[in-house]
């Protein structure tokens, strides 16, 4: 189970063709989605417009080797490291699910274009990789789901209180769990491996489809808006806000520990 490309299995009744163009339709999904989220939320507008209103307010000029370091940053503790983050559990769970889901995908295309029928015999480490980046996200996202969820975890919400905010999260774990489901009933030849694929089919169809609506986007807007926010306080305007307060933040109390986020 752990070394066979389930892709390359189900060849036998789904031309891989048909597999191939639906991956590559997710693919124009996202990106149109993405592009239409751009727009409709005016994202790409407001951060130009604050770019260039800190450009004319900035009080220090920074040269070109500082401009290097400060994307460095930016990319190592910020995107690679969710230094954004301050709680360690919460910085966990979403690098577990994040490293998985780039980790599933990437397998998932390999194994889909490289490798679609058994003709062609699948490297065992894709496969091996395609599980362990799903049990990544799994684990990631049910742990964020249950146990850190700010609605759940501070304010005493149930975790089975569903918003639209829920939209990415939810689809993200319900396609992965039909998923690997779905992978583990067909290597057994279990006749329930069709109505698991087809649950996956559609998990992942909303995952990608409804980027507009959920969080999906924000991976791709995120680091710029992180680098715009270094290049802010390196260069004194601070994102046109004032500067902090003498007064020391107070969080939590001596009998209780901190449950901000």
């Known amino acids: ?25 997710m693919v124009v999904l996202v990106a149109a989605g993405t592009l239409f989220d751009v727009a409709h939320k005016g994202s790409a507008k407001y951060f130009f417009d604050n770019w260039r209103k800190s450009k004319g307010n900035r009080p220090k000029e920074i040269g070109s080797s500082e401009l290097v370091s400060i994307a460095f940053r930016t990319a190592v503790v910020d995107v690679l490291a969710s230094g954004e983050f301050c709680g360690a559990r919460r910085r966990l769970a979403h690098l577990l699910t994040m490293y998985g889901f780039v980790i599933y995908v990437i397998t998932t295309v390999v194994m889909v274009f490289v490798y679609p029928t058994p003709a062609k ?5 894709l496969p091996q990789l395609w599980w362990i980046g799903g049990l990544m996200v799994l684990v990631g996202g049910y742990w964020f789901w249950f146990f850190i969820r700010v609605d759940v975890a501070a304010e005493g919400n149930t975790p089975l209180r569903l918003m639209r905010a829920d939209l990415f999260i939810l689809s993200l774990v319900a396609s992965v769990t039909f998923g690997l489901i779905w992978a583990y009933l067909q290597a057994a030849s279990n006749a329930a491996a069709g109505v698991f694929f087809g649950l996956y089919i559609a998990a992942t169809t909303v995952l990608f489809g409804s980027v507009p609506w959920s969080k999906f986007a924000h991976m791709f807007f995120k680091p710029a808006a992180a680098f715009e926010k270094r290049m802010s306080y390196a260069q004194g305007t601070r994102a046109n806000l004032p500067e902090p307060a003498d007064k020391p933040e107070q969080f939590g109390s001596a009998r209780e520990l901190p449950r901000h986020y």
């Open 121 to 125: 015999p699948t490297p065992a480490v």
């Open 1 to 25: 189970m752990f070394t066979d490309n389930p892709f390359a299995g189900l060849s036998a009744s789904v031309a891989p063709a048909v597999i191939q163009t639906y991956v590559v339709l």
